[in-house]
């Protein structure tokens, strides 16, 4: 993507500089989350209600007036109210200043062809 080199082997300072370059960059949805010593599921359902902080996205996106598109890496809302309705206003804002906006599913976990290619639809490169 964007003509460069598989990123998934390259340090992290890499990964920045491109992306920094690029005009991307990313943000938690997740500020702050409530887990003790012995916690070991982090999976959404799960995280969903030991929130203690979500990061304002909105108030976010209200300062980027250039910003063009917002994806978070989920791709479906299901068992997880809090994050589902931290998502709707942030899709809701998207929707009012004409923003494109999507659901994709994470990269991290595995990579296919699906994936790269609905990331490029969403990003048109």
């Known amino acids: 993507c964007y003509g460069v080199q598989n990123l998934k082997n390259r340090s992290t300072g890499d990964k920045i500089a491109i992306a920094r370059q690029r005009k991307i960059d990313f943000i938690d949805l997740v500020k702050a989350a409530n887990y003790e010593k012995e916690d070991v599921n982090y999976d959404d359902v799960a995280l969903d209600g030991k929130v203690r902080e979500w990061n304002n996205v909105k108030e976010l996106i209200l300062k ?62």
């Open 64 to 125: 980027l007036p250039a910003l063009k598109k917002v994806a978070l890496t989920r791709k479906t809302l299901r068992n997880i109210p809090n994050m589902s309705n931290e998502i709707l206003k942030i899709e809701k804002i998207c929707k009012e200043r004409n923003i494109d906006f999507a659901c994709l599913v994470t990269p991290s976990r595995f990579c296919n062809d699906k994936k790269v290619k609905e990331y490029k639809d969403f990003l048109k490169i």
